[in-house]
């Protein structure tokens, strides 16, 4: 069975390379050479075609150092957790599998997916933003090997490690980012796995809610976390499943709709999850404003 493999990524490889990567001769002044790259390239709200060419020019002579390092679980938290979950189900990668890299906002955790995405010897295309349509495309960074699937790194708008105002609307698009990879782009016969490794740690609730409501409307689902471990230790980290609630998503989705009219729901499943209640009134919460964008982005949503 062939999967879809979504992965919020962090910036362990970032720090990984600059300790050093078996097999991986790339130096810590190459990783800030990149760092500087990033830091005046990779701006908000810059398409990639701004930026595709010092990519190829400043990133993209070290990346056949970068894909020359020997131990994947070494090299970042989601190599890693791809690499275990693969001596789990005794294969792995599939040419048809489809990858796709949630990145945060900012300059650094851009490179470092890049980089993640770089290092797993396939195209890789990136988008400023989770797309709505099934057969959208990203900007091709880099061409990969003819009958493999591409690693797509999904920009998530707003998803900024120093702000919580705007983390909402950060999950929102998060939303949109796992609908377009776990629904419109996975086909029937494909399994969704879902590494919860990287990436900044107050989305993993979220991330977890969405994987059940995702489950709901096409499973199988599977979600997995990473033991950390002690870098330096030989004990390799491994996965860890994380088991998924069944839910009933158009009953959720009712309570959902008359909450956010700020009636409070007879039936109290989602009050204090999806809702409070303040003044006598619903109003929704951060999770309850994630279902709301399940709803908008399949269509049947206010």
């Known amino acids: 069975m062939t999967s879809v493999h979504v992965l919020p990524c962090g910036t362990s490889i970032l720090r990984n390379l600059r300790a050093g990567v078996p097999g991986c001769r790339m130096t810590p002044v190459q990783v800030d050479e990149m760092q500087r790259w990033a830091s005046d390239e990779l701006i908000r709200d810059q398409p990639a075609s701004q930026w595709r060419q010092t990519f190829a020019r400043d990133v993209?002579?070290?990346?056949r150092l970068l894909q020359a390092a020997q131990d994947p679980v070494r090299l970042s938290a989601e190599?890693?957790?791809?690499?275990?979950?693969?001596t789990r189900v005794g294969d792995g990668l599939q040419p048809q599998d489809l990858v796709v890299l949630l990145a945060s906002d900012t300059a650094e955790g851009m490179l470092a997916a890049l980089l993640v995405a770089a290092s797993l010897n396939r195209g890789v295309e990136e988008h400023p933003a989770p797309a709505r349509d099934a057969a959208a495309h990203g900007e091709l960074l880099t061409a990969g090997q003819p009958g493999r699937a591409p690693v797509h790194v999904v920009r998530i708008p707003k998803?900024?490690?120093?702000?919580?105002?705007?983390?909402?609307a950060a999950m929102t698009d998060l939303a949109g980012a796992m609908l377009w990879a776990g629904r419109r782009r996975r086909r029937p016969e494909q399994r969704l796995v879902v590494h919860l490794s990287g990436g900044y740690k107050a989305t993993l609730p979220y991330l977890l809610v969405m994987c059940e409501y995702l489950k709901a409307l096409q499973p199988p689902v599977e979600a997995f976390c990473l033991h950390e471990g002690d870098p330096g230790s030989p004990v390799l980290p491994d996965l860890v499943e994380i088991f998924l609630r069944s839910v009933d998503l158009d009953a959720d989705l009712a309570l959902l709709n008359e909450a956010a009219q700020g009636n409070i729901p007879n039936d109290p499943r989602l009050g204090g999850?999806?809702?409070?209640?303040?003044?006598?009134?619903?109003?929704?919460?951060?999770?309850?404003?994630v279902l709301?964008?399940?709803?908008?982005f399949l269509g049947n949503g206010p």
């Open 60 to 63: 993209g002579p070290h990346l």
């Open 79 to 86: 190599t890693a957790s791809l690499t275990r979950y693969a």
């Open 159 to 168: 998803l900024l490690p120093d702000s919580t105002t705007n983390f909402t």
């Open 292 to 296: 709301t964008a399940f709803q908008v």
């Open 273 to 289: 999850f999806a809702y409070r209640e303040v003044r006598g009134r619903a109003v929704l919460t951060g999770v309850g404003h």
